[in-house]
């Protein structure tokens, strides 16, 4: 027999404790749906990504590695535009104070870029080409290149200048006489105001550094060290001295396509042949066959002054008697100091008294 008290209803609710279910139910409901809600699918490339900037149709962008990119907008897919924009106004990606020097005269900066344009998945940049184009003697492209370079970023060399390094060195093979590779290091140094030369790191892909680099205005000296045949017109290789392999041949790009769809596109490249003194070519061919070394920024430019060091890894490469040799990855790039400890190190280079490379 059921008691009186198991047929005993429940109280009822009052409206207010039906409110109170009622917001407690909503809430649940908004914690599930947030929960169930699929999380920003990033590229790995930006994943950690610490700052960004986005005008003029691109993005600069401090990676987690603490190099910077600059991507034109139309080449990222919905969710990278996406986090992007959202990590632009989060953490914005400040622009690099100018270092002005005072001299006696300002120096107009060189308008090195001619076309620069970015329509549906194709990018475009094509640099202003030498002023004068020339044909190498013999086998001193090293020479012609720079010369060619130096005259994109708007700093002229006349022939007195070329003649005095090919003219005491041997022609087919100057690299092996005195005096050859330092008359090509004052050829570029004593311009004044002096170069701004940008040096290529293995840390950086050479393809993209290099399209990075032209996008500002700097042409990109490289070298095809070895052979290219398949990529060239018939005949040219053959009646000039370069026979590629060991020895190389110099030359200067100073443009590019690129396909953000389908991967591919081409450098235009300078060159030092009467007959074939520029030529576009494909990045598939340029895979393994061209190599980059530096940029050159244009005449009048302002070096721009490097963000404060931040340290993002730090490691130990050897001992150096009663200190250590630390290598650190930061935001300005690779450095190395020698401190007694690890937090010596990290203070040294993120107070700037490391005089570390």
């Not at 429940?10 to 279910?21: D, L, Q």
């Not at 940049?125 to 708007?154: E, F, K, S």
């Not at 140094?189 to 950086?204: A, G, I, L």
Request: overall charge positive; hydrophobic content about 40%.
């Amino acid at each position: 027999m059921e008691s009186p008290a198991a047929r005993t209803p429940f109280p009822p609710r009052t409206a207010s404790a039906r409110r109170r279910w009622a917001g407690r139910g909503l809430a649940a409901g908004l914690l599930l749906l947030v929960a169930a809600a699929p999380a920003l699918a990033v590229s790995p490339k930006y994943e950690g990504a610490q700052k960004a900037r986005i005008e003029n149709g691109y993005a600069t962008v401090l990676l987690a590695s603490g190099s910077k990119t600059l991507v034109p907008l139309s080449s990222l897919d919905a969710e990278d535009l996406a986090f992007l924009k959202d990590l632009s106004v989060r953490s914005p990606l400040q622009r690099g104070n100018a270092v002005i020097t005072v001299v006696k005269a300002t120096v107009p900066v060189k308008k090195t870029i001619a076309v620069q344009s970015v329509v549906g998945p194709l990018e475009t940049v094509q640099l202003v080409p030498p002023n004068v184009g020339r044909d190498q003697i013999g086998a001193t492209c090293m020479v012609y290149a720079r010369v060619h370079w130096l005259d994109i970023a708007g700093y002229y060399v006349d022939n007195a200048e070329i003649y005095k390094i090919i003219n005491n060195a041997d022609t087919n093979e100057p690299w092996k006489s005195p005096g050859y590779y330092s008359g090509l290091t004052h050829l570029i140094y004593d311009f004044t105001p002096r170069p701004q030369v940008h040096n290529w790191t293995p840390r950086e892909d050479p393809f993209e550094w290099t399209r990075q680099e032209l996008r500002k205005g700097r042409p990109v000296l490289g070298a095809f060290p070895r052979e290219i045949w398949q990529a060239l017109p018939p005949g040219f290789v053959g009646k000039h001295p370069w026979s590629g392999g060991n020895v190389g041949h110099q030359i200067v790009v100073n443009g590019f396509t690129w396909n953000s769809e389908t991967h591919s596109g081409t450098f235009h490249i300078i060159n030092s042949w009467d007959g074939l003194m520029e030529f576009d070519l494909k990045t598939e061919f340029a895979k393994g066959a061209m190599s980059v070394e530096q940029s050159l920024s244009p005449k009048g430019e302002l070096p721009e002054k490097a963000e404060q060091t931040r340290v993002l890894k730090i490691r130990l490469l050897k001992a150096v008697g009663k200190s250590n040799l630390y290598e650190a990855d930061t935001n300005n790039g690779a450095q190395r100091v020698v401190a007694p400890d690890e937090d010596s190190a990290r203070a040294m280079l993120e107070n700037g008294d490391s005089g570390g490379r």
